[in-house]
Antibody, heavy 125, light 113 residues
Framework: DVQLVESGGGLVQPGGSLRLSCAASGFTFSNYWMHWVRQVPGKGLVWVSRINSDGSSISYADSVKGRFTISRDNARNTLYLQMNSLRAEDTAVYYC??????????????????WGQGTLVTVSS | DIVMTQSPDSLAVSLGERATINCKSSQSVLYSSNNKNYLAWYQQKPGHPPKLIIYWASTRESGVPDRFSGSGSGTDFTLTISSLQAEDVAVYYCQQYYSTPPLFGQGTKVEIK
């Protein structure tokens, strides 16, 4: 079964840093683009960042550009989000999600078909 | 950026009745080369991550009951629950994945009347 398991969330002071991880299993991780999406409890979904299958193409939301860094280790089947210069408004549940993929010479884009359970990041003094 | 706007923000429907949610994109999300609309719908229940229920505007994800259907093209889309069940109480989000950033609508909360 496909599984995405986030970790690394917690309480951090404003200006601090945190690194989130998303451990993937049950599928060929290296074939998939991956995303981070966040959600303030009780509010809507906000896309944060995405990385393509080999890490050569990356995009960020304007709100995190220059502060967050997405990366992946295909040998470890793990996605990361390094978050620096954290602000109170970064407080949210952070989800990793699976996206576009190519296999066997064909590509498929069916949006975000699997999501992890999320990890809560709280930025507060 | 392609902005997504859903309506209504919430609705209350009797069990067994139809629920309809609308989603409008600020630009077309129809990809002309394959004639597919890059529009998805997600269901999120309290305490759970979002679950993909519809992609390409009208294709049901595997395992999703057939009371859920999606329609529309270009900039105007609809999610319909033909006969609302108690387990369908959730917040529903539309999302465009035609271009980066793949933005979501603000969500529509569906409750039982």
């Amino acid at each position: 079964d496909v599984q995405l398991v986030e970790s690394g969330g917690g309480l951090v002071q404003p200006g601090g840093s945190l690194r989130l991880s998303c451990a993937a299993s049950g599928f060929t991780f290296s074939n998939y683009w991956m995303h981070w999406v966040r959600q303030v409890p009780g509010k809507g979904l906000v896309w944060v960042s995405r990385i393509n299958s080999d890490g050569s193409s990356i995009s960020y939301a304007d709100s995190v550009k220059g502060r967050f860094t997405i990366s992946r280790d295909n040998a470890r089947n793990t996605l990361y989000l390094q978050m620096n210069s954290l602000r109170a408004e970064d407080t949210a549940v952070y989800y990793c999600a699976r996206g576009f993929h190519c296999s066997g010479g064909s590509c498929y884009d069916t949006s975000f078909d699997y999501w992890g359970q999320g990890t809560l990041v709280t930025v507060s003094s | 950026d392609i902005v997504m706007t859903q309506s209504p923000d919430s609705l209350a429907v009797s069990l067994g009745e139809r629920a309809t949610i609308n989603c409008k994109s600020s630009q077309s999300v129809l990809y002309s080369s394959n004639n597919k609309n890059y529009l998805a719908w997600y269901q999120q229940k309290p305490g759970h991550p979002p679950k993909l229920i519809i992609y390409w505007a009208s294709t049901r994800e595997s395992g999703v009951p057939d009371r859920f259907s999606g329609s529309g093209s270009g900039t105007d889309f609809t999610l319909t629950i033909s006969s609302l069940q108690a387990e369908d109480v959730a917040v529903y989000y539309c999302q465009q994945y035609y271009s980066t950033p793949p933005l979501f609508g603000q969500g529509t909360k569906v409750e039982i009347k």
